[in-house]
């Protein structure tokens, strides 16, 4: 990513107000989200045990007093007393269960409804943590049939019947007090925890976000100091303030080859005019009768033709980008057969193809060109300066082309049998002005293949090198 493509993203970063959309909004809300959840935790659970503890006391004393009872004489109990009784214990009537048979030890009164049957002996959890709500939002006229283990008596059971509007007026009073102590300790802990969570990681991101968004505003402005925290977010603000030093740099740097790329364009501007005005006199030169001067034309007009070509170069490589390519479905071997003649293959280097049929590529066809055209003139260049190939007396040069479909993509093979590439240059052979052809390269020609291969979606690199010659890979989109 270019360091201006980094500034136009840096540019769309921008502190929003609190809101809900926003990140202290949104811990706010999480914040009160657990809070309610601890509520829950701590006041449903609080409400069961209230809720059995309750009936747990009825038991008792209505078990208190099932042993008076029967500590009577022929178990018999006056209404009064019954009555006094039953009062004392909030219960409307006691049974004891033992040995399969029920006694019924305190009479209870008629009732308009049916009374739900609560056993504390075989009550599960969920039943447990449902009762106190079926008490507070149940029938007014709502009576309980409790049944538990008794302990102060023999037998298998003891059951009270209860009703249950003094339980639901106590239990809605336990509520509130719960609720309201619950809900101020809950709101301090959650205050708390937000307020330190602001201040541990909101206030420094508001601060990272603050430091970026004044960069993308302007980026030779004063820099942040440099944070003195150890925990992530300090490694993140030192991290944030290096990469903007090395933005810093990378624009600087750009805005010098800016200048100075203007400054060559405009030098190879007039270098080319005096050069095009050097090749017309060394035309007329050419006429010249002077043995002297016949020799010295040819090598006059071929460091004429190298300079023009790397005035041309260098202007091609200069231009801020590549146009974005066209690409449509290309016959591959009229393009290589077209490249091949721009680019002097001939006689002294001849070109082979070996393709399937109607084998197509998705490319420009402009740029297709000029990659094959860079290709493989580098190629001849390489094999025509080839002092060995001259002395041996080879013969011409080949240049052989193959394609496959490999993976998706349409792989072309350009294989030469030149001299190869040096190994000092190899491991740089696609960066500017490093020349591979000999004298007569320029150094931009594989750079600006390579450029506009990516730029179709595919690549292009060099497979082997050596002695016996050169391969490399051009892969397009099929």
């Not at 004891?96 to 030890?105: C, D, I, K, P, W």
């Not at 008596?153 to 007026?169: N, V, W």
Request: net charge positive; proline share 6%.
């Amino acid at each position: 990513m270019s360091p201006a493509d980094v500034l136009r993203r840096l540019r769309g970063v921008r502190l929003r107000p609190p809101s809900t959309k926003g990140l202290a909004g949104r811990l706010l809300l999480l914040t009160v989200a657990f809070t309610l959840a601890v509520e829950v935790l701590i006041v449903a659970p609080g409400a069961a045990s209230f809720h059995e503890r309750w009936l747990l006391d009825r038991l008792q004393a209505a078990e208190l007093a099932s042993v008076g009872v029967e500590a009577l004489p022929y178990s018999m109990v006056e209404d009064e007393t019954a009555e006094e009784l039953l009062a004392i214990g909030g219960v409307q009537a006691v049974v004891v269960g033992e040995q399969g048979v029920r006694r019924l030890l305190l009479q209870a009164p008629n009732l308009p409804r049916a009374p739900e049957l609560i056993d504390l002996r075989r009550r599960g959890t969920a039943a447990r943590l449902a009762d106190p709500w079926r008490t507070l939002f149940g029938h007014p006229d709502r009576s309980l049939r409790v049944q538990a283990r008794p302990r102060y008596r023999s037998g298998d059971y003891i059951e009270i019947l209860a009703p249950a509007e003094p339980l639901k007026r106590e239990l809605a009073a336990y509520l509130a007090n719960s609720l309201l102590l619950s809900l101020l300790l809950s709101a301090l802990a959650g205050g708390l925890l937000y307020a330190g969570l602001a201040f541990l990681v909101l206030r420094p991101l508001a601060r990272v976000t603050q430091s970026i968004e004044s960069f993308a505003a302007d980026p030779e402005g004063k820099p942040a100091s440099p944070s003195t925290r150890d925990d992530e977010i300090g490694r993140v603000e030192r991290e944030l303030a290096r990469m903007q030093e090395e933005v810093r740099q990378s624009l600087r740097s750009r805005a010098r080859l800016a200048a100075l790329g203007e400054a060559v364009a405009k030098i190879n501007h007039d270098l080319r005019n005096m050069l095009t005005s050097a090749q017309i006199a060394s035309e007329r030169l050419s006429a010249s009768s002077d043995p002297a001067v016949a020799k010295a034309v040819p090598r006059l007009e071929r460091a004429l033709g190298r300079a023009a070509a790397l005035t041309r170069n260098v202007l091609d490589y200069g231009k801020s980008e590549e146009p974005a390519a066209q690409p449509q479905r290309l016959a591959l071997a009229p393009a290589l057969t077209t490249a091949a003649e721009d680019a002097g293959l001939g006689d002294g280097v001849r070109l082979s193809k070996s393709l399937p049929a109607r084998f197509t590529v998705e490319a420009d066809p402009d740029q297709l060109n000029r990659i094959l055209v860079n290709l493989f003139r580098n190629a001849r260049q390489a094999i025509e300066g080839d002092a060995a190939r001259k002395a041996t007396g080879r013969g011409p040069g080949r240049i052989r082309v193959s394609a496959e479909h490999r993976d998706g993509l349409a792989v072309i093979r350009i294989a030469d049998d030149g001299p190869g590439i040096p190994e000092r240059i190899r491991t740089r052979l696609f960066q500017p002005f490093v020349s591979g052809a000999g004298p007569e390269g320029t150094g931009l020609g594989l750079s600006i293949a390579r450029e506009l291969a990516v730029g179709h979606g595919g690549d292009l690199r060099l497979v082997e090198t050596g002695p016996n010659g050169t391969v490399f890979e051009l892969a397009l989109p099929s």
